[in-house]
């Protein structure tokens, strides 16, 4: 199985700050067909998972500009610009290139 | 709009079997695929299987001699059937629907929390 790899665990940011979430990929996650299929999701507290970036880079509907996804191969990244209240919760990075599909451990971001 | 929700048994006696229901909404389950995700307490989440548009199945290995995922598209419901329960089961059940050409899950339901005890 594809092992996915968050950093950092947590991390606190002032509203209206930047930051920046790594997930490393165990194998190349870029599919025979040329995708990378790579998908961002925020967990708020008491909700379930709800998508934000697929396919590395690419917005998921109603998603702010705020988001942003790069990478490739094994290393993608998550940059979070200008931090609001509702941003709070734990950001997990999830690959579907390779089955079965693995999501990272988590990134709980709290707000100063 | 698009929506799943989770039903079943909050609790479940450990070697018991645990069956849930997704039942969704805006969409057809001949044309999109869903999945079973579970979530342990304070934990991450953890795929446990899909049922696809047409009807095929694919499941986590390590939980494949356990579980079963079937449909009734008529009433646009997904069930899961895991037999053998033991405490490290308890979890949030969540399904997720399966995002065309995405190669994630676009949208999920609320969960349904199970807790094995006896």
């Known amino acids: 199985d594809v092992v996915m790899t968050q950093t950092p665990v947590s991390l606190s940011v002032s509203l209206g700050g930047q930051v920046s979430i790594s997930c490393r990929s165990s194998?190349?996650?870029?599919?025979?067909?040329?995708?990378?299929?790579l998908s961002w999701y925020l967990q708020k507290p008491g909700q379930s998972p709800q998508l934000l970036i697929y396919?590395?880079?690419n917005r998921f509907s109603g998603i702010s500009d705020r988001f942003s996804g790069s990478g490739s191969g094994t290393d993608l990244t998550l940059k979070i610009s200008r931090v609001e209240p509702d941003d709070l919760g734990v950001y997990y990075c999830g690959q579907g290139t390779q089955y079965p599909p693995t999501f990272g451990s988590g990134t709980k971001l709290e707000i100063k | 709009q698009v929506q799943l929700k989770e039903s079943g048994p909050g609790l479940v006696q450990p070697s018991e079997t645990l069956s849930l229901t997704c039942t969704v909404s805006?969409?057809?389950?001949?044309?999109?695929?869903v999945n079973w995700v579970r979530q342990p307490p304070g934990k991450g989440l953890e795929w446990m299987g899909t049922?696809?548009?047409?009807?095929?199945?694919d499941y986590n290995s390590a939980l494949k001699s356990r579980l079963s995922i079937s449909r009734d598209t008529s009433k646009s419901q997904v069930f899961l059937k895991m037999n053998s329960l033991q405490t490290e089961d308890t979890a949030i059940y969540l399904c997720?629907?399966?995002?065309?050409?995405?190669?994630?899950?676009?949208?999920w339901g609320q969960g349904v929390m199970v807790t094995v005890s006896s």
């Open positions: 194998q190349s996650l870029v599919h025979n067909n040329g995708n990378t299929y």
């Open positions: 997720a629907r399966e995002a065309l050409n995405y190669g994630g899950f676009d949208y």
């Open positions: 049922i696809w548009n047409d009807g095929s199945t």
């Open positions: 396919k590395v880079s």
């Open positions: 805006g969409f057809s389950l001949t044309s999109y695929g």
